[in-house]
């Protein structure tokens, strides 16, 4: 005797690991876009501190503590937003395709160390400026060479080995959308270029890694970020 449950057709694994909701996938490309749109004008709208001497370094600091904070807490929902789009396009794309595999991984590790890097740069430098603003001489100038160690040193190196990932992946999951035809070779063939090219420039500046290098990649990544959004938005509404 065969049971109602038993007899209810099952999805094919290759439909349940490449199709998900048509819902997800609209909603993905709306991540990506508004994360892609938001981070970068979050990035134009950060302050840095100013001053002639280290206890106006610090007092500059302390004041915009809470800008600082709070733009980097924007920046780090839309580090989550972009995973999330970019998840919903590995599931679009089968993760059971090495590239696309290989393109998840490397960017998760790549948005791990950015979080990270959100982290150092907007709360735990502006802690030792609060902690250190007050203290002796000696203590500010401790506090201003450990400030320089957290973004001079550490930021620039977590931001470097993060957008050499992303450049992996960006590489990866185009290779994957460059085998298939019409608006995916598109955009495959754009993140060849704009999601490639961040890391040639991250390898070549080297230690030297000064604001036109920054702002290339974001611009690039922004580029990149634009066009899978649309990507997945058209896909959604061809469904």
């Keep these: 005797m065969t ?136 203590a500010q100038q401790a506090a201003r060479w450990m400030i320089h160690v957290v973004e001079s040193i550490a930021l620039t190196d977590i931001a470097r080995v993060a957008w050499v990932l992303q450049s992996v992946a960006a590489i990866a999951w185009a290779v994957a959308l460059f085998r298939d035809a019409g608006t995916r070779r598109v955009v495959g063939c754009i993140g060849l270029i704009a999601g490639g090219l961040p890391a040639v420039l991250v390898i070549a500046a080297g230690s030297k890694m000064d604001l036109s290098v920054v702002v290339g990649t974001l611009l690039l990544q922004a580029i990149w970020n634009v066009a899978v959004g649309v990507l997945l938005l058209r896909e959604r509404s061809s469904t």
């Design 3 to 138: 049971t109602r449950i038993e007899s209810l057709p099952y999805p094919t694994e290759h439909q349940a690991a490449t199709i998900p909701a048509g819902g997800d996938v609209r909603l993905a490309g709306l991540a990506i876009l508004a994360s892609a749109i938001v981070s970068t004008a979050t990035v134009a709208l950060d302050r840095g501190a100013s001053g002639n001497n280290t206890q106006e370094i610090l007092q500059s600091m302390l004041q915009i503590q809470s800008w600082h904070q709070n733009v980097h807490v924007v920046a780090m929902a839309c580090i989550c937003g972009l995973m999330y789009g970019y998840t919903v396009l590995s599931q679009r794309l089968d993760m059971r395709r090495p590239s696309v595999l290989i393109g998840l991984t490397t960017y998760a590790l790549g948005s791990m160390l950015m979080l990270l890097g959100t982290i150092l740069d907007g709360f735990i430098s502006t802690g030792i400026a609060a902690d250190f603003v007050n203290g002796t001489p000696e």
